[in-house]
């Protein structure tokens, strides 16, 4: 099993930035792919950005240019840096690995706020 403990969250004016931090432990060997996704009241889940175990990332449109993901070293943990939030980046966002052959391990969760 692995475990995805997510740090960062919290409420900020739009304008203004924050990090999000996400560690794996357990049987993280194999783990590939890591990254965000997100969800708002009354919408589906949505991929935010994702990294590689090779450090390629990939962004959704809505947030290229504000957003950056990056891994560290060690590989098994995630950041990501929202910069120039806007109200509709307001959301529950959840940290995410892949490993293969196994199902997608998801974080608890780590709301952000935007206030306009």
């Known amino acids: 099993q692995v475990q995805l403990v997510e740090s960062g969250g919290g409420l900020v004016q739009a304008g203004g930035s924050l990090r999000l931090s996400c560690a794996a432990s357990?049987?993280?060997?194999?783990?590939?792919?890591m990254g965000w996704y997100r969800q708002a009241p009354g919408k589906e889940r949505e991929l935010v950005a994702t990294?590689?175990?090779?450090?390629?990332?990939n962004y959704a449109d809505s947030v290229k240019g504000r957003f950056t993901i990056s891994r560290d070293s060690a590989k098994y943990a995630v950041n990501l840096q929202m910069n120039s939030l806007k109200p509709e980046d307001t959301a529950v966002y959840y940290c995410n690995a892949k490993k293969w052959r196994s199902p997608d391990y998801w974080g608890q969760g780590t709301q952000v706020t935007v206030s306009s």
């Open positions: 990294i590689t175990y090779g450090g390629l990332p």
């Open positions: 357990g049987t993280i060997l194999g783990l590939n792919d």
